[in-house]
């Protein structure tokens, strides 16, 4: 059962708006079988452009009931129902804080026929009720009034469900007040997450990466990550979607993969710091990093020729390592080869690997240091 509804307002600060009218139609899925419309004293004000947008003033409220002597009907229509609106976080907002004002926790789950539109109707040229509707053909009558936009809605809404045939989209739109989608996404997530070393990427609904991360268990750093109480990790949480991730097996190759990525992606909400670039040269000129692998037979290879870090690769067979030409084919390539340099100068300043390979200036082969 659903209760499509439109609110008009006074205007103002958030939060601090008034109700003016509210129109309500409770829909089956089929036809409206109940409705409720009217005008609110808002007690306070109308901001004059909202009055001109409107069509609704001062002196046509000061007979209308108060919020509270409408709010029982408004709980009663709206019983066990989705409430369903365009643009609906404003109007459940407005509705929320005038039943808070009362003293009462308004509670509802909720459908926006914005974002429901945005999915089934790929090619509209705007999502505003009015555009959207003129270009569906569905007819709207007093605009911005809340009992034309209201009706406008339910036709929407009915275009929309037979759009959806499985009903799928309709069911995944819905908002639960008590974010119970919210915390089945973010299971769904942490179930998809290995519980092995690397650096994993949180993505939003569009596939941007928005944060990176990295530690010695993807799945535990993920979920740390989420129950952080920082303004930025919960704009990651709420906006994440999705994350991948890549395994590296060792230290260096997760802190070089880290800040690589870092600097190349530049993710809005991680803490980007500059780093003081290195002018020395590695004591050997051409070198293999050897070290752990993402699994017992599998090392990791990292590449230095004549100063440069060239790439790297995982190895599962000691010729892969002992034939330079075929370790050059094998090698992910580095892009930015200063900041490769200066992580690993770093890191082996004041860490150990499992081994150093020296390379020959003559020819592919290589010995240990």
């Given at each position: ?7 008009e ?6 939060n ?8 309500i ?11 409720f ?17 409107t ?7 000061k007979n ?14 709206t019983?066990?129902?989705?409430l369903i ?11 929320k ?5 009362l ?9 926006c026929?914005v974002t429901?539109?945005?999915?089934l109707?790929?090619d509209a ?8 509707c003129?270009h569906l ?19 929407l809404?009915k275009?929309?469900?037979?759009k959806?045939n499985d ?14 989608h ?9 179930e ?6 690397g ?6 609904q ?13 799945k ?10 920082t ?15 890549e ?10 993969k ?16 500059k780093?003081?670039n290195?002018t020395?040269?590695?004591n ?13 037979e ?5 590449l ?12 599962n067979?000691?010729?892969q ?9 094998m090698?992910?390539?580095i892009e ?32 240990a240091?």
């Amino acid at each position: 059962m659903y209760a499509i509804l439109d609110i008009e307002t006074t205007g103002g600060k958030f939060n601090e708006e008034g109700i003016t009218e509210i129109a309500i139609y409770k829909y089956d899925g089929h036809e409206v079988i109940d409705q409720f419309i009217s005008l609110v004293n808002p007690e306070r004000e109308i901001q004059e452009f909202v009055a001109k947008l409107t069509g609704i003033n001062n002196s046509m409220l000061k007979n209308a009931p108060k919020f509270y002597e409408v709010a029982k009907r408004i709980i009663e229509i709206t019983q066990d129902c989705i409430l369903i609106a365009h643009n609906a976080s404003f109007d459940y907002r407005v509705l929320k804080t005038e039943f808070r004002r009362l003293g009462y926790d308004y509670q509802k789950n909720t459908i926006c026929t914005v974002t429901l539109s945005k999915k089934l109707i790929k090619d509209a040229p705007s999502y505003s009720l009015g555009k959207l509707c003129r270009h569906l053909g569905i007819p709207v009558t007093d605009r911005h009034r809340a009992n034309g936009d209201a009706y406008a809605t339910v036709k929407l809404f009915k275009l929309l469900l037979d759009k959806d045939n499985d009903k799928e989209i309709i069911t995944q739109s819905i908002k639960y007040f008590d974010n119970r989608h919210e915390k089945l996404r973010i299971v769904k997530i942490l179930e998809s997450l290995p519980e092995t070393q690397g650096v994993f990427y949180v993505h939003n609904q569009e596939g941007n990466i928005i944060f990176i991360g990295r530690g010695k268990n993807i799945k535990s750093e993920v979920s740390k990550q989420f129950v952080k109480k920082t303004s930025k990790a919960e704009k990651v949480l709420k906006r994440a979607y999705e994350v991948s991730y890549e395994e590296t097996g060792n230290q260096l190759l997760t802190r070089l993969k880290y800040h690589l990525d870092l600097d190349k992606i530049r993710p809005k909400y991680n803490i980007i710091r500059k780093r003081k670039n290195i002018t020395k040269v590695f004591n050997n000129p051409s070198f293999l990093i050897i070290d752990r692998g993402r699994k017992p037979e599998e090392n990791s290879v990292i590449l230095i020729e004549n100063n440069e870090v060239i790439g790297h690769a995982f190895t599962n067979l000691a010729f892969q390592e002992n034939q330079l030409h075929i370790l050059k084919s094998m090698v992910t390539e580095i892009e930015n080869k200063q900041l490769a340099k200066v992580i690993i100068k770093n890191y082996l300043l004041r860490n150990k690997v499992q081994k150093l390979v020296r390379l020959s200036d003559e020819t592919s082969d290589s010995h240990a240091t």
